[in-house]
């Protein structure tokens, strides 16, 4: 197995034990951050819901392009451990299935219905990485390993 191939499995490793993602967002009244619950799908791509009227959700209508960090570190004294990235973000209509009962299992909620869309006065959004580097200080120190 190759190096590329290692980062890509260890990022999804901190993906999947994460559930929390700080959002940044820019607009007309600067820089701004918001953590949302996440999930991602196997390509890295990382969805969440919120309302349309936060100023996070209302940035990335007139600027799709964000940064995000999340945290895998799960106590004090653990070695730091998550993921960074860049891309552009957006709103859409739906996600796959699996990626909703990753969402949902992340916050110990029971399996939405077959035919579940989204959250009552909700949107889902979608940020499409296009520069992802993985922390892991076990393995690497504090040397980020550019994924993507």
Not at 15 to 31: K, T
Not at 33 to 58: G, K, P, Q
Not at 104 to 112: G, I, M, S, V
Not at 124 to 140: C, G, M, Q
């Amino acid at each position: 197995m190759g190096n590329s191939v290692d980062l890509l499995d260890l990022t999804r490793e901190a993906l999947s034990a994460s559930y929390l993602m700080s959002l940044g967002v820019s607009d007309e009244q600067g820089v701004w951050v918001a953590d949302v619950i996440f999930a991602h799908d196997d390509e890295f791509n990382i969805y969440w819901m919120s309302t349309a009227d936060r100023r996070h959700s209302m940035a990335i209508e007139a600027n799709p392009n964000v940064a995000a960090a999340i945290t895998a570190t799960q106590r004090p004294g653990d070695s730091d451990s998550g993921v960074q990235m860049s891309g552009k973000a957006k709103a859409i209509d739906s996600v796959p299935r699996e990626v909703a009962l990753r969402y949902f299992r992340k916050q110990n909620k029971p399996a939405p219905a077959e035919d579940f869309v989204v959250l009552e006065d909700h949107q889902w959004y979608v940020l499409r990485p296009t520069r992802i580097e993985l922390i892991d200080e076990a393995r690497f120190g504090y040397d980020r390993q550019r994924v993507r």
